[in-house]
């Protein structure tokens, strides 16, 4: 397997740890962390991807992916595989819920990229979410103030799920 790249955006500091989990599952494979606030422009280097966004505003990016955003729409995504962990606060913003990796999404598709490791909806509780096709979402989904308890577990199964489609 080709090394992973690992792009996160954070705000409070939240995706920072759930990245770290991220490590203990990736630590017998090639890869390499990067926070989206030191920039992007290693991110076209990397065959397989991992993508990490917190959803902030109503449905949306996290600031440092906002600021990146122009450059990552002219990313060629053709020949890449990607994986997206979206996180947000199914409660508190139950009417949006997870949206952010849904931006993200829609550019890996529209550049030619294939996005793997859909995950059931089943266990939330949530109005509504742009991040859903059908009834998965279209990445995994963390809810660390709300169902944090099971957030290895999460990560563990769609980590062992994704690494198979990896280049
Ligand atoms: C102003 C604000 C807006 C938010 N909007 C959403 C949202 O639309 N959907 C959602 O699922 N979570 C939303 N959240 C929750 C965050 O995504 C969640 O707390 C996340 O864990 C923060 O990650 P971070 O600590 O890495 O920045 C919002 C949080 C804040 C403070």
Not at 101 to 122: A, P
Request: proline share 2%; hydrophobic share 35%; charged share 25%.
């Amino acid at each position: 397997m080709k090394k992973i790249g690992v792009f996160y955006g954070t705000t409070s500091g939240t995706t920072a740890g759930v990245v770290d989990e991220l490590e203990f599952y990736l630590r017998k494979d090639d890869y390499e962390i990067h926070n989206v606030a030191d920039g992007i422009s290693s991110l076209s280097e990397y065959d397989n991807l991992i993508l990490i966004t917190p959803t902030y505003g109503v449905g949306e990016l996290q600031a440092d992916w906002e600021n990146v955003y122009d450059e990552f729409c002219k990313i060629d995504f053709s020949g890449k595989v990607v994986g997206l962990i979206g996180l947000g606060n199914q409660y508190a913003f139950g009417e949006s819920f997870v949206g952010g990796i849904k931006v993200l999404y829609d550019v890996v598709i529209n550049n030619g990229g294939k996005v793997v490791g859909f995950t059931s909806t089943e266990g939330y509780h949530y109005e509504e979410s742009e991040a859903v096709i059908g009834d998965q979402f279209v990445g995994l989904a963390i809810d660390e103030g709300n169902q944090g308890d099971y957030t290895p577990e999460k990560i563990e199964n769609w980590v062992t799920e994704i690494k198979p489609e990896f280049n």
